[in-house]
């Protein structure tokens, strides 16, 4: 017979247990999202690192990876750390690893590297099997005091070890290298800092417990980048930044001008921001380039060696470097915007986003906490050397009795104790002593060093009874870090500086931007816009869609903003350069931007900021307004006219001369009168300029009187009516003038 595949039943079928789907979800995920923000994402505030980095560092300790010894195989440390201490893959914890070695990453590395550590290109590293690692001083300073019951321990994740729950961290590493992480529901973003600047802070918040932000500010000016770079930041904004722990700070690459003779130059950039990679950031300037973003710029060159140095080629020797890189700086990595959030572990325990000066008094209380412990440890220690001390001259003053007794009695240890009154552990010390121990010279070291310990144990306990003391000790403790990291060391020197961006006009950078080339831009009837290359003459060849038909053709450059005014009383503002090609017959104007489908084109031009316009409606209304008025910044465009239905915006001209010449649509009826009666506004419904019976305007047209006044005839014949032969149409405005002079287009139109 052969096996069942259906198990045995139990009878406990019935003990299923029915929970609420909703409830379970929501407690696992909670139980999930604890996990990520204590256990993998935010950093603690007291030694600033996550548990990969606080693993891989205590493990390296236990292989005696210190600073100024050999180097072991980064395959053995990753081994020990997921083994022992962190269950996850090797390849996230070799990741961690690999960035604490980094001078690129990390502005103080905590591990010394020797292979393949990767590149500031953005290369990988080699695998771990061939590359080697060992601590830094850094990393020592953060493990100083481990072994003197600093911190407390905890089980591994399969209780066969214990590890630290915190580093004693002596080094203000939160803030010196910076942590950033993405938990649930909640990130972090912490830019590395100056160790130097950190430790003076410190000791004026040690000096002045309620120091002001802007103080400390003063301190740490702002983040310091290993990759260097400039911060454009406003101070206001820096200050406000750590005020709340929640900003940013605006990074620009470090560049200068060099000349190559014969009046040609290059921009050499040195430095480029934080945690971008230099090969993308060329790969992408590049791409820009083929596809003519950046017409200033002529070529772009990676001649980088150990130091960067990326040059950009400028397309002429009477390019502006500055409007040049001011075009570069919009369109790629060579500035960019590092945030700052300070959400940090608060006590090892809280999620919490801490401004600048709690993170500083956290670490110090932390430090104070180190210190209380390692020298409570030191005095528990003293006790101990000197208790057996004691039992040691005791012995020496009774060599003789207490050779006798060892040799002698069947329980020496408890005789010994009985006899001399020794503890335990005085009488075990005893019996333990080595024969060459009983020199005379031993008594005299072991007097010595009786007399040391009753010194240091003397104050040890003063330390511990003063506070104001523990305070000394620990700015003596950071003014040390302070010397070995301070501005005249290579590692503490700062990187980055601060500075102001450049002021220059929006406009003439955005024209940086765009490749000037000359087209012919087209608007149908239908509303159809295109732009064609070239300046073209004759516009007889155009096409159009089967029942359309030209309204505006004009030459422009692709650097140049168009104009349209809708019978809305709208403008709307469309760069050349967006407009669609001259392959078939463009995009509705609709499409392009937000037009209401009732309205219609009423004029469309190339912008000029130096030009004011005379806008009217149908039933005769107008007024006068600057072009640098009308430009809109978004798609549903800027209403300058205010009409209401059945009204509507039907004529837009530039203003030339000191006069204004109105037609009436039916009436046929010519008046004339001065610019000045027509005011100038920003917005508004205008002034009446014409009264009608029936119809509305024909046509308007602004006029220098001493010229007179000129239109054509349908023969393409100009006339022109000096001012005496004018009189009989100059009147007021808002009058019904008289019909038109003889020769006057019967189209009611001036052109």
């Known amino acids: 017979m052969g096996k069942s595949l259906i198990p045995p039943s139990d009878g406990e079928d019935n003990k299923i247990e029915a929970i609420d789907l909703r409830k379970a979800l929501e407690e696992r995920y909670l139980a999930y999202a604890l996990s990520t923000i204590m256990h993998r994402a935010l950093p603690d505030v007291r030694d600033g690192l996550k548990p990969v980095h606080r693993r891989i560092v205590y493990a390296m300790r236990l292989l005696r990876l210190n600073p100024g010894q050999s180097f072991a195989k980064c395959a053995r440390i990753v081994g020990d750390v997921m083994g022992k201490f962190h269950p996850h893959g090797d390849q996230a914890i070799y990741d961690a690893l690999v960035r604490l070695a980094q001078d690129f990453s990390a ?18 590293p080699a695998a771990m099997r061939y590359t080697e690692a060992r601590m830094t001083e850094v990393a020592s300073l953060l493990l100083e005091g481990i072994t003197e019951n600093a911190v407390d321990f905890k089980p591994t994740y399969d209780e066969k070890d214990s590890e630290p729950v915190v580093l004693p961290g002596a080094f203000p590493n939160l803030l010196a290298n910076g942590a950033t992480g993405i938990a649930v529901g909640m990130a972090t973003s912490i830019p590395p800092h100056n160790a130097a600047e950190l430790c003076d802070a410190a000791l004026h918040l040690i000096k002045h417990p309620n120091a002001t932000v802007e103080k400390l500010a003063e301190l740490v000016p702002g983040p310091d980048f290993p990759t260097g770079g400039i911060v454009v930041e406003d101070r206001a904004s820096i200050v406000d930044a750590y ?10 690459a470090r560049w200068h001008r060099e000349d190559l003779g014969r009046g040609t130059w290059a921009v050499i950039v040195t430095e480029i921001p934080y945690q971008v990679q230099k090969a993308k950031l060329i790969e992408k300037t590049a791409e820009l380039l083929l596809a003519k973003k950046l017409p200033l710029l002529d070529d772009v060159r990676d001649e980088s060696a ?9 397309k002429s020797r009477s390019v502006d470097p500055e409007l040049l890189m001011e075009s570069l700086f919009k369109l790629t990595e060579l500035e960019n915007r590092i945030s700052l959030n300070m959400n940090v572990l608060s006590r090892g325990k809280v999620p919490n986003v801490l401004p600048l000066r709690d993170v500083l008094r956290e670490w110090l209380e932390y430090r104070k906490e180190v210190l209380v412990r390692r020298s409570q440890h030191r ?5 101990n050397r000197l208790e057996i001390l004691g039992g040691y001259l005791i012995a020496y003053l009774n060599i003789d009795e207490v050779i006798r007794i060892i040799r002698q009695d069947d329980h020496p240890k408890a005789e010994l104790m009985r006899r001399f009154e020794l503890t335990d552990n005085q009488a075990e010390a005893i019996l333990n002593m080595r024969l060459r121990a009983l020199r005379k010279l031993e008594e005299f070291e072991i007097r010595k060093e009786f007399d040391a310990l009753t010194i240091e144990k003397a104050q040890i306990s003063e330390l511990l009874e003063s506070r104001e003391k523990q305070w000394q000790t620990i700015a003596w403790e950071v003014r040390n870090v302070r010397d070995n990291f301070g501005p005249d060391t290579d590692l503490g020197k700062r990187r980055t500086t601060f500075g102001e961006a450049p002021e220059h006009d929006i ?4 024209q940086a931007m765009i490749e000037k080339e000359p087209v012919t831009v087209v608007l149908s009837e239908k509303g159809w816009l295109r732009a064609l290359k070239g300046h073209l003459g004759d516009h007889s060849s155009l096409t159009f869609k089967e029942g359309d038909k030209l309204k505006h053709a ?8 168009i104009l349209i005014f809708t019978t809305g009383g709208k403008f709307y503002t469309i760069g050349v350069d967006r407009l669609p090609g001259g392959r078939g017959h463009g995009e509705p104007v609709r499409i392009i931007v937000d037009m209401e489908n009732d309205q ?25 307004v600057s072009e640098e008025e009308v430009v809109a910044n978004t798609r549903k465009g800027k209403q300058v006219m205010n009409v209401k239905a059945p009204d509507e915006a039907s004529h837009c001209v530039f203003v030339e001369g000191d006069h204004v010449a109105v037609v009436g649509e039916k009436t046929r009826k010519l008046l004339i009168f001065p610019l000045l009666d027509v005011p100038e506004m920003t917005r508004g419904k205008g002034v009446r300029m014409q009264k009608y019976k029936d119809g509305g305007v024909g046509d308007i047209k602004t006029f220098t009187m001493a010229d007179g006044l000129s239109w054509l005839d349908s023969a393409g014949r ?6 005496g032969e004018l009189a009989d149409w100059i009147g007021s405005r808002a009058g019904t003038g008289k019909i038109v002079p003889k020769g006057f287009p019967r189209t009611g139109r001036f052109a």
Do not use: C, M
């Open 107 to 124: 502005r103080y590395p905590l591990i010394d590297g020797q292979g393949n550590f990767g590149n500031i290109d953005g290369d990988n």
């Open 243 to 252: 005020r709340t722990g929640r900003g940013g700070f605006r990074l620009r």
């Open 306 to 314: 150990e130091d960067i140095r990326i040059v950009f080629v400028p």
């Open 379 to 383: 005095l528990d220690e003293i006790g």
């Open 507 to 510: 406009g003439d950078i955005q």
């Open 554 to 561: 004009f030459p422009a450059y692709t650097t140049n903003k």
């Open 600 to 624: 219609d084109v009423v004029a469309a031009f190339v912008h000029d900021s130096d030009r004011r316009l005379l806008v009217a409606s149908h039933a005769g209304n107008g007024f006068v």
């Open 718 to 723: 100009t006339f022109t009516k000096e001012r």
